[in-house]
């Protein structure tokens, strides 16, 4: 690792290069957030450019890989629907009623290409806010759930 990672008094995250060089207010980014959460992290300056890349969060000392998910947790807010619960309409715009990892939502879903595939199991659900939900595994969900999804989908 040829970096340092620490908070400064603003609690902004500061990275000192192998050079010396600090760089405040950096941000950590997931180059794979949904398929590989834990690899392929680019660190990148107020300007957007690349001052680190970390390919496993695992290979990191435990303080710096802490600071990472910490700030990564902050500013990532994607939750994962566990159960759906029922809609309002097969037809859109409709309502939805969901559980999710972080409890139960209601949202509008506004058409079908708000529903889009990450591979065959994998979907992100947007709302009409633009918050974007996680359905990791469809196969997981019951038999209720699996049914609605395949009216929309």
């Known amino acids: 690792m ?3 990672l620490t908070r400064n008094a603003f609690g902004r995250l500061v990275l000192t290069d192998g050079e010396g060089i600090r760089h405040e207010g950096v941000l950590p980014v ?5 398929t590989a ?5 680019a660190v990148v300056n ?5 001052v680190a890349w970390i390919d496993r969060l695992k290979d990191l000392p435990a303080e710096i890989a802490a600071l990472l998910k910490d700030e990564l947790a902050s500013r990532e807010f994607m939750p994962a629907i ?4 029922g809609v309002s309409s097969f037809a859109t715009p409709s309502t939805w009623d969901v559980v999710t990892d972080r409890g139960e939502a209601s949202f509008v879903l506004k058409g079908e290409e708000d529903l889009r595939r990450l591979g065959q199991t994998t979907l992100i659900v947007a709302d009409s806010h633009g918050i974007q939900y996680l359905i990791r595994d469809i196969t997981t969900l019951d038999k209720t759930g699996r049914r609605i999804l395949d009216r929309f989908l």
């Open 2 to 4: 040829s970096f340092e």
């Open 30 to 34: 997931r180059a794979f957030p949904v």
């Open 37 to 41: 959460p834990e690899a392929g992290i």
């Open 46 to 50: 107020t300007e957007g450019h690349e």
């Open 82 to 85: 566990q159960r759906i619960k």
